[in-house]
């Protein structure tokens, strides 16, 4: 299957923020990394919802992590603009 590079991301980080912040062995970190490996859309759809399961604070806690490390991450916006160099640096 194809993963967009948005979404690859975005499991990375939530693998990332999840054994931080949960535990490595944490359904939802175990599910994250999961998706990461095999990209299934059964795994990805998994992973998805063992962050709804979270508890309402948890979730929030983690997902405000993982989207503030993806705001941040300049290479991974750059990388989705239309026409951006990938041959180099930008300026």
Known sequence: MMLDPTDLAFFRELATVGAERLGAEHPC???A????????????????R???A???TARDTVMR??????AGNLSAIWDQLPGA???G???
């Open 33 to 48: 990394v999961r998706a990461c490996d095999t990209r299934d859309p059964e795994d990805l759809r998994a992973a998805r």
């Open 85 to 87: 160099r990938r041959d």
């Open 65 to 70: 992590e993982v989207h503030h490390r993806l």
């Open 50 to 52: 063992a962050v709804d």
């Open 29 to 31: 970190t175990r599910a």
């Open 89 to 91: 640096p930008a300026n």
């Open 54 to 56: 979270l508890e309402a």
